[in-house]
């Protein structure tokens, strides 16, 4: 067996063991059931305004806000999950010495550290798939509205998963668990606030708060992922909802999806870089 | 196969400026058991570690079974018992070995057949099924040992392998280490346990502040001085100058000296001379320098 999948596999078995992961899927759970109880009686209790021809349209508008809202906080349980389980990555186990036993194996340095990524990653994006997948049969169950590209956005998210996780385990090979963590925090709370600034910049027709939100998007592409993903719900058209949360959503460009793959390769190349000639 | 399992050409590591090793020569033969000795702090975990590439040395250079560190084809027929030995403790004995055993590259088959054997060499075969938290201190390190022999390694290095065994669990690793003698195995063993080192290695090297201060074959290095033991009654300062100008004199409390002889003839001439002297002499006892007398001898000679 290739010493990647092994290193994954034990990354993947002891990160399930993780009070991080147990707090997150618990947290998701009850936020998923709360998002279904919310959504059962917003549509039962609806008042559709009489302006309205097709009731439809309206109801389709509302369970989408609802949607696009919902998949904020799972982009934020799922980079909370992400990273508090990937900064300790390496950065703990040279702590314990744990690699002791590792690194003399018959195995390259650079296979535990990509073993690592793809545990950590596959960990990550199955919890941003499956919470955003809840969301979307609660959706359509009480709805009766399915977003099929809203599946695309389970993937970005995934990705972002993936993206965050990658990250926290290329600061966990430079940084102590504490900081690699907080630092990748404080990268995730910097890209959304640029979202935010670039929004706000569409919506003003600023050009200097919209390059501050590209720019923000480019040190870390998560609220660029974040916002595809809302998009592919397909909630943007439905958004008329006057003063709507989602009005003037500026949509990121197939620039960022390629960007966060690249920063993803980045991050994995530099950790494997940093790694490679670490003391331990 | 080389010779020399093991050899380091003034090997150097330094962290910040302090040197933790500063300049390291070793040469251990293939086949043979290696006591690496020395002071806490003397260097010998750090020496061990850049061999295994886990730390980077900062100059000098080596080799392990032939090829130079840093060569990841000879890592398969490497064992290592770490000194700080942690692992994910949620494991059972045997979830922990297969997941070593699938490092090491081993098939499922091999893996079962290897574990039963090593469980059983380690006398852990009843905790198979226990969880690594659940175990004691010396059940962590007889597993540590058990997982760097897991796949019939050539060259086995082992950092205090016996710190928290009790005496039955020192007998057994005694035994397994003789076991990889006679199987042809190289063992590099650290260890403050003296009388261990001295049972079981064929040659031993002491370091000091990262430089090897005294090494040889144990037969060298202990049969070159033999130790008299004299214990007398109303020896004068006068006999005892007398004795220690002819002799040296390696330790003296009250009425027994310990005298350091080149030649084991020399025995009837000390006994005469403190006889002449008019000193009772009640008990004569040559013997050969214990490892420990050497240790201490050459820490204290060149300083701690
Ligand atoms: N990561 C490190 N950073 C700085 N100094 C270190 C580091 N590791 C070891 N040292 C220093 O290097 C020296 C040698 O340490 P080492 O652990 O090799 O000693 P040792 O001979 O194994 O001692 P002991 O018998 O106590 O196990 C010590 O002075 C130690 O303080
Ligand atoms: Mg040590």
Redesign the interface.
Known sequence: ?L?IF?IAK?TLQ?GI?KKAVLGGVLLAAAFVTLYGLGMYFVMRDLNVPERFVNPDVFRDAVSGQLLAAALNVAGMLTALVAIFTSAGAIATEVE?????????????RWQVLVGKCCGLGAMSAAFAIATTVALLTLTWLFAGFFSWSGLQSALLLGLLGILLSCVTVCASTLLSTLTAGVTVIMLYGLAMVGGMVEQLGVLLDNQVMQNIGIIASLLLPSDALWRMAAQRLNVQELAILAGGPFEGFSQPSLFMLAWALLYITFAVLLGVRVFA?K?? | MPELAVTTQQLRKVYGTTPAVASLDLAVPTGEIFGFLGPNGAGKSTCVKMLLGLVFPTGGSGTLLGAPLGDHRIKARIGFLPEQFRFHEWFTAREFLDFHGQLYGMSGKQRKRHIADVLALVNLERAAAQQLRTFSKGMLQRIGIAQAVLHDPELIFLDEPTSALDPIGRRLVRDIIRQLKAEKKTVFLNSHLLSEVEAVCDRVAIIQRGEVVRDGTLDELLASRRLLDVQAQGMSESTLERVKARWELAAHEGNRLTLALTDPDDVPHVVSMLVAAGAAVHHVELRHESLEDLFVRTVDDTGA
């Open positions: 067996m010493p092994v034990i002891e063991r314990q010495n744990t690699l002791h036993a590792i690194i003399p194996k018959p195995l390259m000639r003391d331990l």
